[in-house]
Each structure stands twice: as structure tokens, then as C-alpha cells.
């Protein structure tokens, strides 16, 4: 692929290589045991060829300005951010252990732009344009990607929230973007749209962040992320959404608050079949969540 000496921005060509990209990350995400020889090569040339260069990181200091033009997402903008976001998302849950640099590393590259894109546009949500929450959605999953690597070793999320009021700012900033009503009511059973991706994503990002810091700060931010996760949860249809609200709410409400809600059959019954599944595997995982986090239920 050349798609960086392209002197088209809106080459075909970079269009037909996103889609097959796009296409294999969602299946990747969810098929992890179908990774491949080939599939490796790609990744690590995706990485090292677009995620690292000199354009990617012009394109994201773009994204940090508030207002932007349409015209800026053109086919080769998408293809860096959104597309290359998603496959290096997807590759990484694969647990890559070869990279030519560390997930410390990769955060430190990627924080100060990923943080004030986040915060900017959050602000901006009701004006967002397809294009932008599909850059929006895939940075995200970058990051949860890099935190949920090696989670039980925390020091690479300590580099990106390194204060408790860094770690604040950002969890308010992820509830102010997900309580826009529109995003949670087009979550669909699967991963089939940028909307359920997202909601998805920032709660799995929250649940993690939460769980690292002793967020004295948070109490200020409790009724917020009840009234907004609890919205969620009426809404939405993917069993996988609904139980990470829950997952969320359990890190954040007290023991007498968690015995007021009532968890759905349905939930309950797809939390069973997630244990069923991770004790019927060799590494006792299920989709790489150890069957140990899943018991103390996180």
C-alpha cells in the first residue's frame, strides 16, 4: 500500500483499502482466534507505516481545533484516524507482544492529543458530524485498547490520567458526550455502527479508569453518571452495553444504592453464559477478560 504518497486525498483507492480494513477489524474484534500470520504483518505495518507518522499526528492536532470544516474529512483524513484507529484497536486486544514499542510508549504518543480532542469536542456533541464521531469513536477504542492491554499492570494508564484531577476532568468529559440521548438510542445488539461502538467503549474506559484512581473527586460526578448509565441501560439493546453500565455503577454506588437496582433476566442470563464460556477455555478468558475479573465482577 501507498495510500501515503497518494497525491489524492479522496483516492478511491484509499477508499477500497478502508473498507476491507474496516470490515476485518470489526470481525477481528470479535473473532479473535481468527488472527493470522498475514493478519500480524498487517497490523504491525498499519502501526508502524500510518499510526506513527509524520500525517497521522498533523491530522490529530487538527481534531484538537473546536470548530471544524467538512472538508478535512477527506477519504485519506478517515483512512489514518478512523481506519488505521480501528484495525491498531482491534490488533492490540490481540495481546501483540512484538510491537516495536511498549503500550507506555504508544499512550505517551498519543495522550495530550487524545485527552484535549476529547474535551474540546465534547462540549460540541449535538453538532457532530458522522465523520467526526466515527474519528472520535475510534480514538477511543485506541485507548481502551492500550488500558485493557496487560490491565492488571496499571503503570501505562498512570501515564495518560497521571492526577486524580487529569483522571476526573476526562471521566466527566466521556459522561457529558455519552449522555447525548441520540448516541445511546441508536446502540444496536451488535457492533454494527459508530453510536453502540462508542457507548461501549466510554464505559468500558470509565469502568477502568474508576477502578485505578481513589477518586474522592467522583462523589460530585455520582448522580450524573447514575442518571445517565441508568438511561442507558432502559435503552439500550446490546447485552454487552447494558453490562458494562452495571459494571460501571458497581465501581461508583454504595453497597446499599447497588441492592436498589434490579438487573434484567436477560443480563443475568448473558453474564452466565460469559462465565460458562470462559470456564469451558483453556486461558479461561472470555474475549480476553480473565474469568478472576469477571467473578469479582469487573
Known sequence: MHIERST????????????????????????????????DHIGHHIFNKYVLSKEYKIYLTQLRQ????HKIFTTKFLFYIATCSSFFSSFIICEINDLSYTTDEIIQYLSDDYLEIIHVHSYTVASWSKDLLGCITKLIGVIVGCCWWN??????MEIIFRTEKIAFDHVEDLMRIISHEPFYKQVKKDRSNDETILVGSILTLSMLIIRMKNMHLLS??????????????ETA??????LCGYGVLCEVLTDEELKDLKMADNICNYFLQMLED??????KQ????????????K
Open 151 to 156: 490491565s492488571e499492570e496499571k503503570t501505562h
Open 66 to 69: 473546536s470548530h471544524l470544516s
Open 8 to 39: 489524492n486525498d479522496n483516492d478511491p483507492f484509499i477508499a477500497f483499502n478502508s473498507l476491507w480494513l474496516d470490515n476485518y477489524s470489526y470481525f477481528l474484534f470479535d473473532n479473535l482466534e481468527y488472527t493470522s500470520p498475514i493478519i
Open 278 to 283: 470462559a470456564w469451558n477455555l483453556i486461558k
Open 286 to 297: 472470555y474475549k480476553k477478560i480473565p474469568m478472576v475479573l469477571l467473578l469479582k465482577g
Open 220 to 233: 460530585r460526578l455520582n448522580a450524573t453518571i447514575r442518571n445517565t448509565i441508568l438511561s442507558i441501560i
Open 237 to 242: 439493546i446490546n447485552d454487552e452495553v447494558v
